[in-house]
T-cell receptor, first 112, second 116 residues
Framework: DAKTTQPPSMDCAEGRAANLPCNHS???????VYWYRQIHSQGPQYIIH???NNETNEMASLIITEDRKSSTLILPHATLRDTAVYYC?????????????FGKGITLSVRP | DTAVSQTPKYLVTQMGNDKSIKCEQN?????MYWYKQDSKKFLKIMFS???????INETVPNRFSPKSPDKAHLNLHINSLELGDSAVYFC???????????????FGEGSRLTVL
């Protein structure tokens, strides 16, 4: 049972911002939004997570809507190395729903 | 200095054999995991251990037996290998903070198992 919905793929030009959307309309109050990515043939890599406030780190920004039913991961200046599958995951930090369950993700292709 | 290391990286074996994949993390984390990524690229959690104690067992066939000799190691032993076991197996670790699993997992590079 998918808790998140992502488009299957998108592309963007190198140097431009990549905005990756995610819908999670059934998110519970104690569930966080996580983003991971998997570059081809590598292990998944944690990017960022948040509960309700927008978050920013050295890799990306996470914008969560006020009703928390959707979010956007922003890579401010995409490079070719950002080509990967990006996973949006909803999870609580304790209890039965604390497993990190990966869906199909969105394949981001950054073009030169 | 690899944070989560798995060996071997590649493993090719015959059906019916028994094989092991080893995982070690040097991050001082409390929790370790095994994930399986099949040919359709779905990543599924198999097991998680916290301080050597089994926390999650996702209805994996009992041919798969994880073993955690200490909190820095989580090995995966597979008996009587089947064709459907062919996949990439990822080990990961994470740190609890104040009893809360932060969900920030560090993954290894994967071990590609091919069963012929």
């Amino acid at each position: 049972d998918a808790k998140t919905t992502q488009p299957p793929s998108m592309d963007c030009a190198e140097g431009r911002a990549a905005n990756l959307p995610c819908n999670h309309s059934t998110i519970s109050g104690n569930e966080y939004v996580y983003w991971y990515r998997q570059i081809h043939s590598q292990g998944p890599q944690y990017i960022i997570h948040g509960l309700k406030n927008n978050e920013t780190n050295e890799m990306a920004s996470l914008i969560i809507t006020e009703d928390r039913k959707s979010s956007t991961l922003i890579l401010p200046h995409a490079t070719l190395r950002d080509t990967a599958v990006y996973y949006c995951i909803v999870r609580s930090q304790t209890g039965a729903n604390s497993k990190l369950t990966f869906g199909k993700g969105i394949t981001l292709s950054v073009r030169p | 200095d690899t944070a989560v290391s798995q060996t071997p990286k590649y493993l090719v074996t015959q059906m019916g054999n028994d094989k092991s994949i080893k995982c070690e993390q040097n991050l001082g984390h409390d929790t370790m995991y095994w994930y399986k990524q099949d040919s359709k690229k779905f990543l599924k959690i198999m097991f998680s251990y916290n301080n050597k104690e089994l926390i999650i067992n996702e209805t994996v066939p009992n041919r798969f037996s994880p073993k955690s000799p200490d909190k820095a190691h989580l090995n995966l032993h597979i008996n009587s290998l089947e064709l459907g076991d062919s996949a990439v197996y990822f080990c990961a670790s994470s740190q609890d903070r104040s009893g809360v699993n932060t969900g920030e997992l560090f993954f290894g590079e994967g071990s590609r198992l091919t069963v012929l």
